[in-house]
Nanobody, 124 residues
Framework: QAQLVESGGGVVQAGGSLRLSCAAS????????MGWFRQAPGKEREFVAA????????TYADSVKGRFTISRANAKNALYLQMNSLELEDTAVYYC?????????????????WGQGIQVTVSS
């Protein structure tokens, strides 16, 4: 079964940067859009960013636009999320997800494949 594994999380001070990576165990997601979601304590999971299969058409939640950048490297079966100017409100568990074929929107129900999640904590 194909797996998605996140890495790169940790604790960072407000204003700092982190780069999350997501490694796919197979190449089966190279033709699928992929995305990042996050879930903060006591809150519902929310969309962060998504990208089409060829790396084009990135979309972002308003809360991260201009600070986060999503990218992918299909040759490495990898997805990335560069997070700059981190804020306390960015503290959450971040999840990598692969969508149904070309869908690259914010509806989590269209993403049947998920990683286990990784903690990002922004401190003051």
């Amino acid at each position: 079964q194909a797996q998605l594994v996140e890495s790169g999380g940790g604790v960072v001070q407000a204003g700092g940067s982190l780069r999350l990576s997501c490694a796919a165990s197979t190449r089966r997601f190279s033709n699928n859009a992929m995305g990042w979601f996050r879930q903060a304590p006591g809150k519902e999971r929310e969309f962060v960013a998504a990208i089409s299969w060829n790396g084009g058409s990135p979309t972002y939640a308003d809360s991260v636009k201009g600070r986060f950048t999503i990218s992918r490297a299909n040759a490495k079966n990898a997805l990335y999320l560069q997070m700059n100017s981190l804020e306390l409100e960015d503290t959450a568990v971040y999840y990598c997800a692969a969508a149904r074929s070309s869908y690259s929107g914010a509806d989590s129900a269209q993403y049947p494949y998920w990683g286990q999640g990784i903690q990002v904590t922004v401190s003051s």
